[in-house]
């Protein structure tokens, strides 16, 4: 029987896709592949994604990566979730925490017992009764599973880091796992005659490389699955009409906040992500609606610090690949598509398309019905994160043309549905593996002033007295214990400080 293992992978590109996907297969299949990456430095990355979810503590994990480690490599801060301003009507905020929120009860959420209190008169702001977002607005932080003396989850993090920092760490453990970097521009690729298969191609240099399997980390250049292998574009933009950005880096102004923040604005959003040792600020906003002059003042007229750099300009057109994966290429990051960074997920499509392909580790043959496989599970992940983003534009209550288009727009089915039910029921269901989980949707859908108009009837076993005193009950414990943390700075100082040893 003839051995039909693939040996050879090609990364094409480097950046934080580029090295997760090396870091990742060599620290999971490194004994069984020769893994090459190939960049160029004349080839400048994107370099913005600095705000992650909290499963990249599964991806750093998995990797064999030490977390204080890594936020001393990337200037990292904590994160526990992201505040949303101005996004419902001009001077609101809410937060979407990362975490529990309250505790179930009687086979149903915390929130349907919410629901009934909010139209009873008895309940408070739906972040009360989260310990994330207690601890996030005291500026504090500590590794904690459990909320001391109860049954409730402790506090849920992601991270703040440095993109370009944490791919020049993810490079070191790569090295060392014997992935081999090769510097060098590509100016041709070839391809099999009979299959279109990438074969190999040719550096600047004169160097060909050969592969059997290509990882396409180009960017958006996207320069195997669509310079070469001409793979199509499903663009959001009539959903999504953001396709610029204006990022720039500025001096922190006080203590980082354990928090990014998203500021609504007259034709689209700014973060503010806050690292060890600066800032990173960027205006996303639509071309229809605002010039990028007016958006490079925007964002300068509303940073905490001084600017460190010329705020720089990128342009993006929202959408995915038609394929994701197509003949022995498979495309991750900014090659396989782009949904604007509102919840942190352009790191986590590219560490989800690597657990994918880890999933889905083909050989020589490619059989098509694995690559299919594949390619339908990313469309669907893309998808899901899609709606979850137009939530946050849809569902607005400002009057300025942007805005309006955004409410007044045909949905996706998808979305439409999710939309429908929590307003007639208060219910919300996670369907298969999408990202985001009934209690991140339930903090958006009521941040954004949609409410439903009734409950799970469970909620109305309690008496009103029994209610109130259950309410009551949570609060305390999730607001208990905030004083007594050490603060973010404090944490940071102690455990993960740049520089330090």
Not at 116 to 121: C, M, Q, W
Not at 372 to 378: A, F, H, L, S, V
Request: net charge negative; charged share 25%; aromatic share 10%.
């Amino acid at each position: 029987m003839s051995d039909s293992r693939i040996r050879d992978v090609v990364i094409v590109g480097g950046g934080t896709a580029g090295w997760m996907a090396a870091a990742a297969l060599s620290a999971t299949m490194g004994d069984q592949l020769r893994i090459r990456l190939v960049e160029s430095e004349q080839i400048g990355t994107v370099g913005v994604g600095e705000a992650t979810i909290p499963a990249l503590r599964l991806f750093n994990g998995l990797v064999g990566i030490d977390e204080d480690a890594f936020l001393r490599a990337s200037q990292g801060s904590f994160k526990l979730g992201i505040e949303f301003l101005n996004w419902g009507s001009i001077g609101e905020s809410y937060m979407h925490t990362f975490g529990q929120i309250g505790q179930s009860l009687d086979l149903i959420e915390f929130w349907q017992y919410w629901l009934r209190g909010r139209k009873e008169g008895i309940a408070e702001n739906l972040g009360k009764y989260s310990f994330n977002e207690n601890v996030a607005r005291a500026g504090k932080f500590a590794r904690l599973q459990r909320i001391p003396n109860s049954e409730l989850e402790g506090i849920g993090y992601a991270f703040h880091f440095d993109a370009s920092l944490y791919a020049r760490f993810l490079r070191e453990i790569s090295e060392k796992n014997g992935v081999i970097r090769t510097e060098g521009r590509i100016i041709k690729v070839n391809q099999d005659a009979e299959s279109g298969f990438v074969r190999s191609f040719i550096l600047e240099s004169g160097e060909e490389i050969e592969g059997e399997l290509f990882i396409d980390c180009s960017g958006f250049r996207a320069m195997l699955m669509e310079q070469t292998l001409d793979v199509g574009y499903v663009d959001w933009s009539h959903w999504l009409p953001c396709d610029h950005a204006i990022a720039v880096p500025t001096a922190n102004s006080g203590p980082p906040r354990p928090f990014t923040q998203s500021i609504a604005h007259r034709a689209g959003w700014q973060w503010r992500i806050p690292l060890q040792h600066r800032t990173g600020n960027g205006c996303v906003f639509s071309s229809a609606y605002m010039s990028e002059d007016e958006a490079r003042q925007i964002l300068l007229d509303n940073v905490e610090g001084a600017p460190l750099a010329e705020p720089r300009s990128i342009r993006f057109k929202t959408g995915m690949r038609e394929k994701a994966w197509h003949r022995n290429v498979v495309a991750l990051g900014l090659a396989s598509g782009f949904i604007e960074p509102l919840e942190s997920t352009s790191i986590h499509l590219v560490q989800n398309g690597i657990a994918r392909l880890i999933s889905h580790f083909p050989d020589r043959g490619f059989a098509q019905v694995n690559i299919d496989t594949y390619n339908r599970r990313i469309g669907y992940d893309y998808e899901r994160i899609r709606d979850f983003i137009i939530l946050h534009y849809t569902a607005n209550q400002r009057d300025e043309p942007f805005w309006r288009y955004l409410r007044e727009m045909d949905l996706p089915d998808s979305l439409s549905a999710k939309i429908e039910l929590f307003k007639a029921t208060g219910r919300i269901f996670r369907e298969q593996e999408e990202l985001f989980a009934e209690v991140g949707w339930f903090q958006v859908l009521v941040g954004q002033n949609i409410i439903p108009e009734t409950y799970h009837p469970l909620a109305d076993v309690l008496t009103q007295d029994e209610l109130a005193g259950f309410l009551r009950d949570i609060r305390t414990i999730v607001s208990t214990p905030v004083p007594h943390l050490p603060s973010h700075s404090d944490f940071i100082t102690r455990y993960c400080a740049a520089g330090a040893s």
